[in-house]
């Protein structure tokens, strides 16, 4: 079995994603929420860029505590604490 170059990745990769994002297709994923979430999980195992009709929207209260702890992580980089950590007391 031949190991695949990088430039025979970057074209299969380039083919992949030219067919996932065929209107076809993501009429065929879009219709059914079960096919949509199973393509989804197998391309993210594949390292495959999900196409603008598999990525996931947050919204309702969910959507808005995602958008205010990354807006609070991209300002406050050095806090990566979890969430209720209590530092050990100093002896």
């Known amino acids: 079995m031949n190991n695949p170059t990088p430039y025979d990745e970057a074209v299969a990769l380039n083919y992949i994603s030219d067919r996932l994002n065929d209107p076809r297709v993501e009429q065929f994923f879009t219709q059914n929420r079960h096919k949509q979430s199973a393509t989804r999980g197998l391309l ?27 807006r609070f992580r991209g300002d406050n980089p050095h806090e990566r604490l979890p969430r209720g950590y209590v530092p050990p007391k100093a002896r």
């Open 44 to 70: 993210d195992l594949l390292g495959v860029p999900l196409p603008q009709w598999a990525q996931r929207s947050f919204s309702g209260r969910a959507g808005v505590a995602k958008a205010a702890m990354d």
